[in-house]
Nanobody, 121 residues
C-alpha cells in the first residue's frame, strides 16, 4: 500500500517561508498527479496546488505567485515551497495522491497525516 509522509511544517512569522515535503513509498510519479490541500480553522479542506504527471501545475488564487509545487521523481517526493506567508495560510496541510478535485475527499486515494503550518502576524 502507498504511504505518504509529510514533513516541514512549523511556526513562522508573516512574510516568512517554509517548505513542505511529501514522500511516497511504493509509488512512482509517472502516471498520476500529486496535490497539496489545506484545512484552516473553521474552513473547508481545499486544494492548494497540484502537479500533474506531465509536470504541469495549478495553484489556488490565494497562493498564486507565493507558493511553488515541484517534485523529485528520484526521491518520490513532492515539495511545496511557501513564501511570503500570511496568517490566513495557517492550516493543516495534506498531500494527496491523486488529487481529489477542489476539496478534500479523504475516502479516495492516499493521504498524508497532515502537517501544521502556523503563521503569526
Amino acid at each position: 500500500e502507498v504511504q505518504l509522509v509529510e514533513s516541514g511544517g512549523g511556526s513562522v512569522q508573516a512574510g516568512g517561508s517554509l517548505r513542505l515535503s511529501c514522500t511516497a513509498s511504493r509509488f512512482t510519479f509517472d502516471d498520476d498527479d500529486m496535490a497539496w490541500y489545506r484545512q484552516g480553522p473553521g474552513n473547508e479542506c481545499e486544494l492548494v496546488s497540484i502537479i500533474e504527471a506531465d509536470g504541469s501545475t495549478y495553484y489556488a488564487d490565494s497562493v498564486q505567485g507565493r507558493f511553488t509545487i515541484s517534485q523529485n521523481n528520484a526521491k518520490n517526493t513532492v515539495y511545496l515551497q511557501m513564501n511570503s506567508l500570511k496568517p490566513e495560510d495557517t492550516a493543516v496541510y495534506y498531500c494527496a495522491l491523486p488529487g481529489t478535485g477542489k476539496f478534500c475527499a479523504f475516502e479516495r486515494g492516499y493521504w498524508g497525516q497532515g502537517t501544521q503550518v502556523t503563521v503569526s502576524s
